[in-house]
């Protein structure tokens, strides 16, 4: 009894651990905002608490693109942190409601003068 509960144990991680690797997928995120991001946080809960590590390596002016695997996602609604430094201070940056499904490519937007956060998804 314990060997065939041991079994189902093993059974059930790595069918669910191979199929959380399957889902991985790498997204392009391009910089069409007015600064230099200079750190980058993905909350994979899409609640603003969870936010983790800096996902960047180095700074990504405008006009560039990151390319970040995407993985762990409990749904496809993310909110995406965005850090900038201006003048010397940091400020932060945040856009909710993120769709990432299928998600290709994301172009990110913001509007210093309205403080509007705007994206657009590349899908396929």
């Known amino acids: 009894m314990k060997k065939r509960i041991l079994l189902l144990a093993l059974t059930f991680c790595l069918v669910f651990g191979f199929s959380a690797i399957a889902s991985a997928r790498a997204v392009d995120f391009e910089n069409h905002t007015d600064f230099h991001w200079v750190e980058m946080y993905i909350d994979y809960s899409g609640q603003g608490r969870e936010w983790g590590e800096n996902l960047l390596s180095g700074q ?44 290709s490519r994301v172009i990110m937007y913001y509007n210093h003068q309205t403080g509007e956060a705007k994206y657009k998804v590349v899908r396929g």
Do not use: C, S
């Open 60 to 103: 990504v002016d405008r006009g560039e693109a990151v390319t970040i695997d995407i993985h762990g996602a409990r749904h496809n609604l993310f909110k995406i942190k965005i850090v900038e430094k201006r003048h010397g201070e940091y400020y932060k940056v945040i856009w909710h409601d993120v769709n990432l499904e299928d998600a």
